[in-house]
């Protein structure tokens, strides 16, 4: 029920990625970027500002691409995230007026593959209604059934008030992202990622302005932190068995 045009951006694949991306755009809407950059030193393995500001001119470049939309909604996708059309209804169905931005739940592969614990994936985008973010939790994620998380900061002596903790199913947060997100595409429009450690927090803070962004729980997302290796690529499969335990 659902009109799509589709805007990729794509760097530094080894495989034929670059390829079926230009397969994929021939037969729908939109646009690709396809192209080969150098990143900056320690990328993968460090929390910092050039990071962020990396990722943003990333983001902003393909936003440039395609300019102004017209589409009632713009979803925002990593390419490393799974997620259903169950939990896509449930995103469109809990939206209203004073909504402007809506993020799910997305789950840590390595963490539920390693001890089969529901850990949020995407802590550092996140700060909470009380302005809770990764430098006073440690980059945790601050959800209340998180026990990876909480068993963390009591390791590290981080002691955070229990009424800091995320409880609701639907949560207005200050930044999120989890690699999707729904957002309005007038609100899309008119706002861009900055320079800032993470990129959405910038981004999310132009967001605000215009109105509320949630986190819904009971929308389940799989973030699998890149696919390296064949046996990475299977775990697609065990994926979508996992969300059986939701949606069924």
Known sequence: KFNFNYFIYEN??????????VKFI?????????????????FDSIISKDRGIFMGKLRNKLKDLHGDLTSDYTLLID?????????????????????VMITPYSICWKTYKRNKQIHYYDALAKITKDNIS???NSNTCMFHDCKQCINYRKGKGIK???KYLIKENVAKVNCAFAGFCLIKTDIYNKVKWSGTIC?????CEMVRKFGNILIL???????????????????VKNVLGMFNKYYN
């Not at 530094?12 to 991306?21: A, I, P, R, V």
């Not at 729908?28 to 320690?42: Q, Y």
């Not at 939990?87 to 209203?96: E, V």
């Not at 990129?199 to 981004?203: K, L, Y």
Request: proline share 1%; glycine share 2%.
């Open 199 to 203: 990129e959405h927090h910038s981004f």
């Open 217 to 235: 729980k009971n929308v389940k997302t799989v973030t699998l932190d890149n696919i390296r290796s064949q046996e990475e690529f299977m775990d």
């Open 160 to 162: 955070l008030d229990n």
């Open 134 to 136: 990764y430098k006073e």
């Open 12 to 21: 530094n694949s080894t495989d034929k990625t670059k390829e079926e991306l």
């Open 26 to 42: 021939n037969n729908r809407k939109g646009r690709v970027i396809v192209e080969n950059i150098s990143k900056p030193k320690h």
């Open 79 to 99: 390419s490393d995230v799974i997620f259903t059309k169950e939990g896509f209804d449930k995103m469109f169905n809990a939206i209203n007026d004073k909504d």
